[in-house]
């Protein structure tokens, strides 16, 4: 269920690689409202979802290194 939330920054990473690379102009609405509905679509997520707690040291290897490839698949896929 993090890596989806997190894969969900796909939203905002387009956003602003429109405005950076395009030259795009958004206005502070524009903004709040990417920020709210990238919020939203997590909600959503998080309430069906059950991450287990007390995870083990290669556990937590392989969830930092799965954070890693959705961040990067988050800022990838706003080309």
Avoid: H, P
Wanted: aromatic share 8%; glycine share 8%.
């Amino acid at each position: 269920a993090t890596y989806q939330i997190l894969y969900q920054l796909k939203i905002l990473t387009t956003a602003v690689f429109s405005a950076t690379m395009l030259g795009r102009r958004f206005s502070r609405t524009k903004w709040a409202s990417l920020v709210v509905l990238t919020c939203g679509v997590g909600v959503v997520q998080v309430s069906g979802s059950s991450d287990r707690a007390g995870a083990s040291d290669d556990e937590d290897r392989n969830r930092f290194v799965g954070l890693v490839a959705v961040l990067s698949a988050a800022c990838t896929s706003g080309f």
